[in-house]
């Protein structure tokens, strides 16, 4: 399920998408990712980000990692990296239509693409104080259609931003 982030007056400002419902349902049966390597599972330590529900992991919680590579045209910029999801079916993120609160705060990436699949210079970064208004403001730039949420530190994709049609 993708969510809306909308503004205080409730006008959806972007769609922000986890991880396809599909992709993860393969990853676990199959037990190997798009790349074909295995998937690892592991115990939850706690803040992890997890794309399928776009909220951190608790501690405890089963998990696993897999290499994912987002939806792009081919280009050179198409990359996989690794990305962690529950082990088991979640009800996926709520439907509260915002920005997911586990991840106020947190600084990311703003790697924003055009409908080549090669990243526009709208490129930048937020220290996670308003998430939603740096994201919105990289996707009213012209030409950019696509937006990935990155963690600084491992560069590893939280979710994909679209803007709203």
Known sequence: MDIFASDTTDTPLFRLHPIPPEVITSARTTGVDVAGH???????AGREPLRCCLRNAQAGEELILFG??????????LETGAVFTHAEPCA????SGSYPSDWIGRPQVLRAYDERGWIHPASTHHDGSDPAAAIAAVLA?????????????????????????
């Open 141 to 165: 730039q012209p030409g950019v259609v696509q937006l990935h949420l990155r963690n600084v530190a491992y560069g590893c994709l939280n979710a994909v931003a679209t803007p709203v049609d």
């Open 38 to 44: 295995p998937i690892v599972r592991q115990t939850a």
């Open 92 to 95: 996926g993120p709520p439907a």
């Open 68 to 77: 994912y590579r987002p939806v792009l045209p081919v280009s050179p910029y």
